[in-house]
């Protein structure tokens, strides 16, 4: 709010505005009826006023006044309208996206196990819809009921003057108001609460059905997800339809008790016409004023369902920021400057919550420059053992040190600049090749973008493409084949230039053709630096320093390729599978021999 002061300085200052001419528009009203039209003499301080402004009092001429200052004092109050509306749209757009741009800074900052703990679709539908709440509560909400507050105050404070009796009977409706608005304001909120889910629910299935395209095509299963789908928004709807129930029978019972209050006044006001209490002109100016009075509190009512599901946005928004973010660092946290990648795990275990532990107490130590190659049955826990390296997790018991540093007394920050991540599933966003490559060092001239590409084996396919480094790659860049996209991974990493390289499973998905390329690229990128790979094919395990074999979240064995030939028989019977992972389990004498065939 406080960027925004003045803003709302000038708001409350048209509002302001607003409700002064509110207040002067039916006077001109009022009187027309009694003087223009009516045989009622001008108050004496009128009729001075006129002669002043050397206006003719006549009544032709009276009316003629009367109705251009009528329309003044009305079209000056649309024009202070019109700049409150463009004013509070500006405000209130303003703060949607402060609070988009924190909330999408705070979701970035939590950890991947919060974000696996939430959906995508989940994630999105915050972001983009429930963020709208703060403008909903704030412009629409807390800003039009104080208007309406002070003009209520504004206008019982004219109607004193003019009648007491009626000024107090127009409020008779105020009491029931309350007690109405509190009654429904409890029932429409567990309504509100579970449509803001189904809006969620909705969100999160169609960004998994989006996603999964290629699934959902490739099995035929259009209609299975239209039907899944359609189920959600048939309950979105139903839901969505409760809320509009529950708020048309609410502007019901508000319409109900305004127009009891207004028939009542009316009646009063009509008797003492009839018996000379005041004149029809004031009765139409207390009617008009009635109209003020209770507009504001037909708008505090109105808005009470478009509050409840702006709270209910809210609520939504504040548990995403009550997620706790990642640590960057404790006050003193050292900078990763210059880093030589000796790392070091001494007893460390992990658990993802459940007690169950995927690691159990893994040691080991790597020299810089060397490579290590982490091999094992699937869910043996070598790609968790590389994600707690980048602080992806953190390590439920023991301690990793690069170069003899505790990796949490690092910068967060810092520290992940210092390791270069390639992924099975090569990450491309929407963009051009070369903002692709640049990602790995977002100030990387032109050239050195291209020297990384070159390094990458991807230069020649590049070139190749409509517009070279400048073609627009979708999102998944879905022109490009795997071994492309790995390689634009693997350009990005050398244009990184880290100390430590964590391959996870980098040619797992490819052929062999494209494989071939990657290795190649790959022997390039791990040369001078710390690597550690997890690998599913013997062309990337045998060119390791030294080969980690786990199980079960244990190192069991570990060693050169030649030598865990001899001493491991997982190893024997994993090296068959990295050759090719579709024949049998074998013996130990055949893997031998396979191997030896092969040129192992």
């Known amino acids: 709010m406080r960027p925004y002061r003045r803003l709302l300085a000038a708001l409350a200052a048209l509002s302001t505005a607003e409700i002064v001419l509110r207040i002067a528009a039916p006077f001109a009203m009022a009187l027309v009826v009694d003087h223009a039209l009516g045989t009622t003499p001008l108050a004496g301080w009128v009729a001075r006023g006129f002669g002043a402004l050397g206006l003719s009092t006549e009544r032709g001429d009276l009316l003629v006044a009367l109705g251009l200052a009528g329309f003044g004092l009305q079209l000056l109050h649309e024009l202070v309208v019109m700049w409150h509306g463009r004013l509070g749209v500006r405000v209130g757009q303003g703060m949607i996206r402060d609070v988009r741009e924190q909330l999408f800074a705070h979701m970035q900052a939590w950890s991947l196990r919060h974000h696996g703990a939430m959906p995508a679709g989940d994630a999105v539908q915050r972001l983009e819809a429930d963020t709208r709440c703060v403008d909903q509560i704030v412009m629409r909400g807390v800003f039009p009921v104080v208007f309406s507050f002070l003009t209520l105050a504004f206008m019982f404070a004219v109607l004193v003057t003019i009648d007491v009796t009626l000024a107090f009977v127009s409020l008779a409706v105020v009491p029931p108001m ?9 029932r429409m909120r567990p309504h ?3 449509a ?36 959600l928004a048939g309950d979105n709807a139903r839901a969505w339809i409760g809320v509009g129930h529950q708020g048309t029978v609410f502007s019901i019972g508000t319409a109900a008790l305004t127009i009891a209050g207004s028939t009542l006044v009316l009646l009063l006001g009509g008797r003492a016409v009839l018996t000379g209490g005041i004149s029809l002109g004031t009765l139409l100016l207390v009617l008009a004023y009635l109209g003020y009075v209770y507009g504001p509190l037909s708008a505090i009512a109105n808005t009470t369902g478009t509050m ?18 990642e640590t960057h660092g404790a006050e003193g946290a050292l900078a990763a400057d210059a880093m030589r990648g000796e790392v070091r795990f001494d007893g460390v275990s992990f658990s993802y919550g459940d007690g169950h532990r995927v690691l159990d107490e893994v040691s080991f130590s790597a020299r810089p420059g060397e490579m290590i190659a ?22 439920t018991e023991g301690r990793i040190t690069i170069d003899g540093v505790h990796i949490e007394q690092f910068q967060l920050r810092s520290l992940r600049q210092k390791i270069a991540l390639v992924l099975q599933d090569s990450i491309v966003a929407s963009g051009t090749v070369a903002d692709n490559i640049r990602y790995g060092r977002l100030d990387a001239t032109d050239l050195q973008v291209e020297d990384a590409a070159r390094a990458a084996n991807a230069h020649d396919f590049i070139k190749h493409l409509p517009q070279g480094y400048e073609t627009e790659l979708g ?19 050398f244009l990184k230039d880290a100390p430590i390289l964590i391959l996870d499973e980098p040619t797992s998905a490819l052929d062999t053709i494209a494989e071939l390329q990657v290795v190649d690229a790959i022997k390039r990128l791990w040369a001078g630096r710390t690597t550690f790979v997890v690998a599913h094919r013997l062309s990337t395990v045998r060119h390791a320093d030294r080969i980690l074999v786990m199980d079960r979240g244990r190192i069991v064995a570990q060693g050169t390729h030649e030598a865990l030939l001899e001493t491991s028989p997982l190893y024997r019977q994993l090296a068959l599978q990295l050759v090719d992972p579709h024949l049998p389990q074998p013996t130990a004498h055949r893997v031998e021999g396979f191997l030896d065939r092969r040129g192992a």
């Open 178 to 186: 309350y007690i109405w608005l509190r009654y429904y304001t409890r």
């Open 192 to 194: 509100a609460d579970h």
């Open 196 to 231: 803001r889910s189904t809006d969620s629910r909705l969100s999160t299935r169609l960004f998994e059905a989006m996603t999964a395209i290629r699934l959902i095509k490739s099995h035929a299963r259009e209609a299975h997800e239209q039907e899944r789908f359609s189920d």
């Open 308 to 325: 409840q599901q702006a709270l209910a946005s809210a609520r939504r928004v504040r548990a995403a920021f009550d997620i706790v973010a």
């Open 374 to 395: 982490l091999v094992g049955p699937s869910g043996a826990g070598k790609t968790t053992l590389a994600s707690l390296l980048v602080r992806f997790y953190d390590a």
């Open 475 to 493: 999102e998944g860049a879905t022109r490009l084949s795997g071994g492309q996209r790995q390689r634009l991974s693997i350009a990005r990493a």
